[in-house]
């Protein structure tokens, strides 16, 4: 009797949701509703339920990891205006190029096309309104530490090192300096409610390797075939593919388009990915649900949840909207 509970307890803590249902991570925060990953994104993610927030982290300068989805700041800030002689070669503005103090003047925006103008998600918050900025990864931990406390919950942490390589090309190691942070905030092992991700095979392995990283890991899968460092993501995919991958990680982040299609409305094609990932005991948690932006005639977003959820049997999924895929869960 005794046995079976420990067990049960252990299960429903590696589920990490209360019910043992699947895990909603609210992707960039609510970012469906609020500019992405600010602090108000977080918040709103934290109120509307969702059992994981996600961190995409960068350096700035003096090495300081913020939460920004890319190397790059023009396409969610107004530092084309701010500090205009900040532009590389390449007409871009990287957030390696400015200081803490320096990427604090910026005001965070919704993301909007670099060339254009115009915004990535048109029904989404408005353009330059009200007044948001980028949070390090410190002052996100401490915000979502601090609804935890106040709210009584305990919502988990979701953070992806944003492109180790081209980082440590630059003379910066950001897993370096991730890693400690995260375990001076208490995620460190694999009770810790913390899934660390990578889109790089090659720093996935170095985590887990000469970093030491003992908390759960989360190998992300792109859509085409080949990872920014080189690695076949084609062939993480197969079996002996996911085989070997289980011996370094807990799960796989795949792009949804690696699990389910439609090759047209009245059409739809699973693929053994899940089956297989679970066949080497790992956690399948694809990437992204997107009420305006559903994946190629799939024909409503109740669709794709019960493809993923229901017929493909995931164990947790990126929404960009978190109250809708919550509701369809509880449904
Ligand atoms: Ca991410």
């Not at 353009?127 to 530490?145: P, V």
């Amino acid at each position: 009797m005794k046995t079976i509970l420990v067990s049960c307890l252990l299960a429903a803590s590696a589920a990490f949701a209360a019910d043992n249902r699947p895990l909603v991570i609210a992707h960039r925060g609510a970012s469906g509703y609020l500019p992405e990953h600010t602090l108000a994104a977080k918040a709103y993610a934290h109120a509307l339920g969702a059992d994981f927030l996600e961190q995409d982290l960068v350096l700035t300068k003096d090495d300081v990891p913020v939460v920004l989805h890319d190397i790059y700041l023009d396409t969610v800030t107004d530092v084309a205006k701010r500090f205009p002689d900040r532009k590389r070669a390449d007409g871009r503005f990287y957030a390696l190029d400015l200081t803490l103090a320096e990427l604090k003047q910026l005001r965070v925006t919704e993301r909007f096309n670099v060339k254009t103008g115009k915004l990535v998600f048109a029904k989404r918050f408005p353009a330059e309104q009200s007044e948001f900025h980028i949070a390090t990864l410190e002052e996100e931990l401490q915000l979502i530490q601090g609804l935890n406390r106040s709210t009584g919950r305990t919502v988990g942490i979701y953070p992806e090192i944003k492109q180790p390589k081209w980082h440590r090309e630059q003379g910066h190691d950001i897993s370096r300096l991730v890693l400690p942070i995260l375990a001076r905030y208490g995620y460190a092992t694999k009770t810790d409610a913390c899934f660390l991700q990578c889109f790089e095979l090659v720093e996935v392995r170095r985590m887990r390797g000469e970093l030491g990283w003992q908390g759960r890991l989360v190998m992300l899968i792109e859509a085409g075939a080949k990872g920014a460092d080189g690695t076949d993501h084609t062939a993480l995919c197969t079996d002996a593919g996911l085989r070997d991958l289980a011996r370094v990680v807990d799960g796989i982040g795949p792009a949804i388009a690696r699990i389910v299609t439609w090759p047209s409305a009245t059409e739809r094609k699973i693929s053994d990915l899940v089956k297989l990932a679970h066949a080497a005991k790992l956690v399948v948690h694809p990437y992204t649900i997107r009420l305006d932006d559903l994946p190629k005639n799939c024909p409503s977003v109740d669709e794709l949840h019960a493809a993923l959820f229901r017929d493909a049997g995931i164990d947790g999924v990126f929404t960009d909207f978190t109250d809708v895929t919550m509701a369809w869960l509880k449904k």
